[in-house]
């Protein structure tokens, strides 16, 4: 039998998932890896741990079920997208930690380019279709050659490579002979040209990011080359690569133009496929590259909530109220309401549509008899709040209400909070019986490109739904507690700026 592997390479853990013909998952095998805060607001990752923790579950996904690389029609590969990671050229050796796409360091970098040039944000707005924010990779870049010994001199000289996670991972898998991305996560640097598919030249001088250093941008479903031998007995060809939001989009059928999906990871990311046209928000979204596959390319509106999944993984780790996620469907619904308790989880800021690098997370509204499982649930309840702010957004910047929301991603699972979402959206919340759709559309990009599936149309016929959640909340409950969210966020704003 011939499956399709992904590498999906998270921001806390990699996974490796073997898929069948029929999309049927039929080997999983994770692994979580090492977060280091170093600074408060600073995140960072150690980039041959991400190579050796995929490496390894990769190898275990075949040795489960036995397969060998003969086994494997092709790989896909998703990623945590805006993390930047730099090496040297000739050794592979990282010259530096992982900047994690959730660390703000660049804050009061991006504050200062803005006041220097009023107009500057415009003009990434209108080539990158994102926010001159530190949740991209470009200032990240910059950050590196700014403050490791000897780094712009090395770019200089094109002696280094910088690289989403992705692109580490493809040079890694073929031993240093392809420096590659794909459209989709070129489009999150803040140096790709969405309008002419190239790096663009004048971002890169604001930035000061010498080009020699980037990657060589392909489409999302292409065969980018094969495997070093020694890695799995055998090459396999790597043929297809995705950002891991695109990817969610891809793996949930989202084809057609106004098609919506929302996934629940460590942080929460909802995109709209707008079609061959980039469509640029009014209401602080942003517009992506979604895909480029059989010479076309497709673009997608994007709120992102750096804080979901992460939050919940707070609550297990750092305040010990939990053994494992699961349990926090069980603590919520042992009580009927968060007793007036909110949870803001903006650790390391606020993202769509908010944008707002200085906001800090907060508990706020509690009283005596706040306990234990209020706090969980309000944790909950928070994804669904940054979920609602995000599709209000959207509905506004469409002009109409959504009439229904596609939902992945591990917290998808959580029926609580599924019904929850539905509530407080007050629409239709549909759920797939593999809510691994990350790994799914990276795995049917790479399947597309050697002709492992036929066509969309086999793709969609083999999607299969698990749940629909239908919102049954009174209007006044939820214009109430919606209330009560906006003034918990309110309250956690520009809560580090010094002026």
Partial sequence: MKYVMTLDAGTTSNRCILFDKNSKLCSIAQKEFTQHYPVP????????????TQLAVAREAMASIS???????AIGIT?????????????GQPICPAIVWQCRRTADFTKELEKKNPQIADIFCQKTGLKLDPYFSGTKIRWILDNVDGARERAEKGDLCFGTVDSWLIFNLTNGRVHATDYSNASRTLLYNINTLEWDDELCAILDIPKCILPEVKPSSYVYGETASELFGDPIKIAGAAGD?????FGQTCFNEGEVKNTYGTGCFMLMNTGDKPVFSKNNLLTTIAWGIEGKVSYALEGSVYVAGAAVQWLRDELKLIDNAEATEYYASQVDDTNGCYVVPAFTGLGAPYWDSYARGMITGLTRGVNKCHIIRAVLESLAYQTYDVLHAMEQDLGKRLAMLKVDGGASRNNFLMQFQADIINT???????????????AYLAGLAIGFWRDKE?????LAIDREFIPYMEARRRNKILAGWKQAVTASRGWTRDS
């Avoid at 397969?67 to 029609?73: E, K, N, Q, R, V």
């Avoid at 990623?79 to 050794?91: A, G, H, L, P």
């Avoid at 086999?458 to 083999?462: A, G, V």
């Fill in 428 to 442: 239709h919340v549909i759920r797939p019986e593999c809510v691994e759709t990350t790994a799914m559309g990276a």
């Fill in 245 to 249: 939001q695109q990817a969610a989009l």
């Fill in 41 to 52: 607001g600073w995140v960072e990752h150690d980039a041959n741990e991400i190579w050796q």
């Fill in 67 to 73: 397969a060998s690389a003969s086994d494997i029609a």
């Fill in 458 to 462: 086999e793709l969609i016929s083999n």
């Fill in 79 to 91: 990623n945590q997208r805006e993390t930047v990671i730099v090496w040297d050229r000739e050794t």
